[in-house]
């Protein structure tokens, strides 16, 4: 096999990787330069030969994860060319192109993890990933007795945690290994797990009536663990409709609205000015989930920086008197001119700011596991501003340059 990275050797998010074998040709993650979870960004279509523009000359395209970086320009891809994608990865980011009007494509294939999928002479095999976006997969690629494993993004800090090392293990060793290197660069060695998320939650929301959440709502772990601590703070547990419409459609152990009595539903004021086929599918089912009363005992309630002017209603109807916003998310974001804005608004407000977070990729101490387990006879590093630092953790790290060619 031979595999190329059309883009990611020198930046997080956007990594496009072709794999080609001697009779196919699939691409792994096709996503936006910028991750953005709720703006509305104007995308450009990438103008890739024979899979965005021209004859389709790609046999298959695979999809690892809901994040945008990953998954946000597939819907440029050609349409003879199959898109797969896990089911419920697949269903979050429909349910988010609803709510940000962008367009999804809808004619995807779905894939399962651990079921094979056969494209020509290439097997594709996806292992479920610890990682801030549900239901992230790992790829493992064989054909001709050569095996790659596309790692997308991942971490073992999560409350997937624990299933890398058994992951890994199934999965046995490998001659390539495409891995992320979001952390290269970054001087923690070890990032705190989810339940010290949950601990550090606590410390803070104790000291507060009210509490303000800024975070991904795909970032599923972080919702559980604000939920934990908003339970042993007593305190109710909003989410606002995009986060709540996700939450019911995962449900399982997930607060969600509809099989948690405790948690409730706040409707975005921007929300009414929706048309009546929006409203109809989302605002009408979790309608009976939400309680103006709430709002007036103590509560932690998740919001998005497009929320402002219900902050400002809350305020003025005395349902804020001690409260703090937490930010949970990469602190990059909040350079970005929506999150300052909102930031800045919310403190003229009187209501304090914090950072909770920590980061949904593997750390150097993951990383070295991962080595360890697959023992790659080459590592090549994408999703990452310094893969450099590979030559220091792996004794087979290549270096490439975007679209530089490595055989397998
Ligand atoms: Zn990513
Ligand atoms: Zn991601």
Redesign the pocket.
Known sequence: MKVRVIKGTNQIGGCITEVKSDNAKIVIDFGEDLPSQEKEVVIEKPMIEGLTTGKASYDAVFIT?S?G??IGLINYILDDIPVYVEEKSQKIYELLCDFTRKEAKVNTKRISFEEPVTIKDIKVTSYIAD???YN?AMLLIESNNRRILHTG?FRNHGRKGKILESTLKKIGPVDLLVTEGTSFGRDEIEYDTEEKITEQAIEVFKKYNQIFLLQSSTNIDRIVSFYKASKKTNKTFIEDLFTATITSYLKESIPNPITFKDVYVWTPLKYRRKNEDFKNKYLKPLEKFSNSKVVFQDYSMMVKTSMLNDIKMLKAKGAIVNACLVYSMWEGYQEEESFRTFIDNVELLGIDFKIIHTS?HADIKAIKELAKITQPKKVVTIHTLNKEKSKEIFKNAVSLEDNEEIEV
Request: net charge negative; hydrophobic share 0%; proline share 0%.
């Open positions: 994860h994040h970086d990953h990682h801030s976006s992230s993004d949904g």
